[in-house]
């Protein structure tokens, strides 16, 4: 073989390896959409075990001595510098997490997956029957495994670093104090002055039961609205809604309707097709290497924030969709006025369920989860002590006490799959949304005149271009720089918050 | 270690593959499920990728130098005869195939699980669209894998014998000529006198539209009376119904709802419900077996014969139903008398779509698939004359001719998932059917009573401790013989036929 040959040879053996990593995640995902929508109960359990199997399969050979050498090949400058920047960028990905990962031993990871699988099953039952006793073990299991994995993958500072890094890479507990410091008091301060405001929000539209049937299809109608695409996607209902990219050619999601609270299903499921069209635009070339994912979980989570809040709670959005909204339910709401149902999304209160929360509360609940999650991974505190932290914090935090597990601790199913670090995320979407917001105004000028027209095309192309087709090329902090000219910066989510709740609570 | 450590160990590892190809078959046939149901168009061709690479991995662990150095040591005298007689009959079972398989290179296999997966897409929409000649590369290329197999698997006597061998354990085409021979003879004889008689049977249902909605409601309920479990299983519907068991408490059937035409979704719901409840009660004790599985299929088939046919379309069962049937579709017929439905559910035309065939003239639609399978295999016939070939057989064996391949040749999804040696499993059903229910009549003495009071549960209890508790222990072939204490049979399942038919048509 020549050079050449050589070269083309080794990296067809990179992507062949990548390839079958892909099918095989591919397989787990589908698995774990089956075990939240379709599945037969009986079969779940052992489904665990085949899901265990693939995964770890999955991790073995991404951390595998084939793998390990032929990455050591390709970082060889002859192969390096010949290499196209996707597979550049992808190598150099491969390598960090090999490095980190090859530490965590095979067997401990599959008792993992399988845990946290089974986990998952326990926790749904014991959130049904306010059973935090059943779930503790598993918890501390998983905490366990948390903290040694954090020790295993290695950090600087805080050992939080290390679990936070594999969901936003680069960010630490050290960004993340002054981050969220400066978000929870702006955030308090906001609440406050609402807190203080005379004015109440017209509240008729909690009294309205709307039929599942009927919310099911306007969420179908929103989603197609906004640029979800179905040929590549569908809709499913699930107890914890969710997105899940299979290939980016099959990207689905899922959304739960309350007959006496609209505003799960339809904002739940905006949100959800926000990631969708994220994992429906990452470039087919990128498919199969290590770049073709969001650029992080906090990224992601800016996509599903945009197009919930920013558009969906938004008055111009409304002024277009009303009309749609009021002939979908014309046998159950006879009259609502734009200033009324604007007011009703709006509604600021604080309230137990995080995926309930409103849009000014929801990233305290982010924070009061961040807060415990660093604790127990440094060891401060105990999973057994939860519950009670829990509500402590609650009433520190945001005001109210929870009566009850179910509405406590035993609310998300995150720490039952095992995802510590994933929490900050939501918080740091919500932050990165607004900042995209800035910047897409100056080229989309005509943002709100679009939303009244529900001609969704020219911000949805604005987001693939800027943030989709880019992939995982960039770091979410690379992105953020390369997009806006800034960093991390909450300032433009304060701001709007104070001006959207100022107009609506007078205040 | 002493022995029986160095026993246990071997054990051991051999249970360990087990598992490990069982969870990737569990995966590969959520991922066909999900195909069938509900996955996303667009996405269907990347997971026929995924798919290829799972079951490939699986066939390879079958064949593996790992797999054939485990069966040499188990089979060795010291460590076979302690083993339990599961382990004993899957050790034989797994050599047998590991002789056999070992010959496919694990490339072809591969080409050949995708190209199959992409030929069921491009069938689909050839279907639809009455274009054979779309499809004719697939199909082509599939009969030249099939023979290449043939002659790589082995067989004595026909090549085909090498391929019915896969589905039904030592069948053989000169067994078939004999019994297929016998049945064609025996069918033809009653339809001819059924079309010599002046009976015209009822057929008013013909033009009644029964809404999708309810049928699926009355599907379900069959589905548990039965005895199918829902804690274990799930309904759906796909355009070619089917049953999947990806594992014994995860066991899905689906069907197809016409309107015009209820007979397709209740008798199909009741036929992929006897095939459920095989894989439903096949005993945990054998799963991770290479014994925990069906007899074979064509004693699968015989399950969903007896609950369709002998069951389904029988006097004593409607006269237990009709009352809940005349419930559900109050709306869509007024009055119906247990005879005219027992005459409509019965009656006899020839027609050409083999999955609504009548259950007397449908053995006659597989014993045409049969020898035009058997000439193609042997490159006797030629994959692009079949078109023809199967117009001209059905005018030769069932007397009607079809206007266009949608209603012929491109009818079955079979040879596009490359099941050449399938169909004929279908009769052998039948026939077996027939053979069991003559032995269940022995021990069940109030047959018909428990039929008419719709009290299934000793009915199906007989079918579960005779047959489905009995896994893969003995082969269809053994398994008869110790039920009914012959081999294969076609007079009972030809009395039966004639018994009744003689009493609908009163010829």
Redo the contacts between chains.
């Keep these: 073989m020549n050079p050449q040959e050589k070269h083309q040879e080794l990296l067809n053996r990179y992507t062949g390896i990548l ?2 990593i ?3 995640r ?3 995902g ?2 774990h959409w ?1 075990m939240a929508t ?7 359990s ?2 665990s ?2 899901l265990g ?2 995964s770890t399969e999955a991790f073995k050979m991404s951390v595998s001595t084939e793998m390990q050498s032929i990455l050591t090949e390709l970082s060889k400058e002859e192969h390096f510098n010949q290499l196209p920047e996707k597979y550049q960028k992808s190598v150099e990905k491969d390598i960090k997490h090999l490095e980190k990962f090859q530490k965590i031993p095979e067997d401990r990871y599959r008792e993992y997956v399988i845990l946290t699988s089974k986990a998952q099953n326990v926790w749904e039952k014991a959130k049904e029957e306010n059973d935090f006793e059943t779930f503790l073990p598993y918890l501390e299991k998983i905490v366990d495994f948390n903290r040694e994995m954090a020790e295993l993958l290695g950090y600087e500072g805080h050992p939080y670093n290390a679990l936070l890094d594999r969901f936003e890479e680069g960010m630490t507990v050290e960004k993340l104090d002054s981050t969220f410091g400066e978000l929870k008091e702006g955030i308090q301060t906001i609440l406050t002055n609402i807190q203080g405001s005379s004015k109440t929000p017209n509240k008729r539209l909690e009294s309205i039961n709307l039929p599942a049937e009927k919310q099911k299809i306007l969420s179908e109608k929103v989603l197609r609205k906004i640029g979800y ?6 809709l ?1 209902e699930s107890v914890h809604p969710f997105t899940i990219g ?5 990207v ?1 999601v899922t959304t739960r309707y309350q007959e006496d609270f609209f505003k799960t299903a339809l904002f739940g499921t905006i949100h959800e097709g926000g990631h969708g069209m994220y994992e429906q635009n990452i470039p087919m070339e990128l498919f199969k290497t290590s770049v073709g994912t969001a650029a992080s979980t906090g990224m992601h989570e800016s996509q599903s924030r945009f197009w919930e809040n920013v558009v969906g709670r938004s008055e111009a959005f409304w002024k277009g969709l009303l009309p749609e909204f009021r002939e979908i339910f014309k046998e159950e709401i006879t009259d609502i006025t734009l200033e009324e149902m604007v007011e009703y999304i709006n509604i600021v209160e604080p309230s137990m369920i995080r995926v309930e929360a409103d849009e000014l509360t929801y990233s305290l609940h982010i924070i009061l989860r961040y807060e415990l999650e660093k604790e127990l991974i440094q060891g401060n505190i105990a999973a057994k002590d939860l519950p009670q932290l829990w509500n402590q914090k609650m009433a520190e935090i945001i005001g109210i006490k929870p009566k009850d597990n179910r509405e406590g601790v035993l609310q998300d199913v995150h720490w039952a799959g095992g995802m510590f670090g994933y929490f900050p995320t939501y918080a740091l979407g919500n932050v990165y949304a607004l900042q995209l917001t800035e910047a897409l105004k100056k080229d989309v000028t005509n943002f709100t005149a679009h939303m009244e027209n529900q001609e969704f095309g020219p911000i949805k192309q604005w987001m693939v271009e800027k943030v989709h087709q880019r992939g995982n090329l960039r770091t979410a902090e690379e992105l953020i720089k390369e997009i806006t000219g800034d960093g991390l910066n909450v300032k433009p989510y304060l701001t709007y918050l104070d001006d959207k709740y100022r107009k609506v609570y007078e205040y």
Excluded: C, V, W
């Design positions: 390839g079958k892909q099918h095989y591919e397989m787990a589908l698995a089956d379709y599945a037969p109960k009986a079969g779940k052992i489904r075990d085949a199997t693939l695409d179905f040929e590549s996607g569908r499913d299979l290939n980016p050619k099959d689905r």
